[in-house]
């Protein structure tokens, strides 16, 4: 990663961490926590590696994203308005009756979105076989799944990993957001998930651990992903729940919030102004 596409990476962060912040704020309520962990990890991909053409969203060369915690669809949703998949003003209309923008991912509905998700464990076995199809296709193609940690409490996802090792499907890249959250709390006090990385490695992935807060990190770690054909890749992403913005980092309830009271919008509407003054200096770097 140089120097350029670095700014330009972490520019696009600060946009997406305040497009979640705007939309969540309007709606009144949505899941926070589990969409700003992977701010980061969607700035890389958008800026970088993944390619795309918002012109053309279903263009067969395309490389293909599965969020498989589809409930994280804010920050996909506001990935695709910063590329130009659909206008702005969509984001304003999360979730309202008729939307393009529903609570978890929908691929007959948004521009961009490949797989409906939300169905926690489900992507797992999406991911495995789109990358299955493409590679029966003789498709270059990545594809790009990105699974939760509390999300791995389903069998299903172990099911379809093990599918995915097998077959060696080096061109599926599977991303654990590691935030150390679920639904109903700290994945260690819901279900132990020991540790991840050695888990995927024991599954046959060449497995990574990075911090998922830090772009040139997985990026580099991405790069690395790419170079290894021989088996099947999982980069672990160390992140916090609610990552950039300390009240929504410290919050314990920062899964799934309300908006319901003056210190949650006074917290937001003063992290939406320093992002704006990030994102007005990162435009001049550019």
């Excluded at 060369?61 to 695709?80: C, E, F, N, Q, T």
Aim: proline share 3%; hydrophobic share 40%; charged share 25%.
């Amino acid at each position: 990663m140089n120097e350029q596409t670095e700014r330009a990476a972490t520019l696009l962060a600060a946009k997406l961490r305040k497009d979640v912040l705007v939309m969540l704020r309007h709606r009144g309520y949505g899941h926070v926590g589990g969409s700003l962990s992977l701010v980061e990890l969607m700035a890389d991909l958008y800026a970088h590696h993944l390619r795309h053409d918002p012109a053309d969203p279903t263009w067969e060369g395309r490389d293909r994203i599965v969020l498989s915690k589809g409930h994280a669809g804010p920050v996909m949703y506001s990935v695709l308005a910063e590329r130009g998949f659909f206008p702005r003003e969509w984001l304003l209309t999360l979730n309202d009756g008729g939307t393009r923008l529903p609570s978890h991912t929908d691929r007959l509905k948004t521009p961009g979105v490949d797989a409906t998700t939300g169905s926690l464990g489900q992507g797992t076995s999406e991911a495995a076989g789109i990358a299955l199809a493409l590679r029966m296709k003789g498709s270059a193609a990545y594809t790009y799944l990105i699974v939760g940690d509390g999300e791995l409490n389903e069998g299903q996802c172990w099911e379809a990993f093990q599918f995915i090792a097998g077959r060696r499907l080096s061109r599926c890249i599977v991303f654990i957001d590691d935030n150390k959250k679920q639904l109903d709390g700290p994945t260690a006090a819901v279900l132990p998930g020991f540790d991840l990385a050695q888990k995927m490695s024991a599954f046959g992935f060449m497995t990574q651990r990075v911090d998922g807060q830090d772009i040139r990190a997985i990026d580099a770690a991405i790069d690395a992903a790419k170079a290894n054909d021989a088996s099947a890749n999982c980069i672990v992403l160390d992140t916090i729940k609610g990552a950039g913005v300390a009240y929504f980092e410290r919050a314990a309830d920062n899964h799934s919030m309300k908006w319901n009271n003056d210190e949650i919008r006074r917290a937001t509407d003063e992290a939406v102004l320093a992002l704006e003054a990030q994102i007005k200096g990162g435009e001049q770097d550019v």
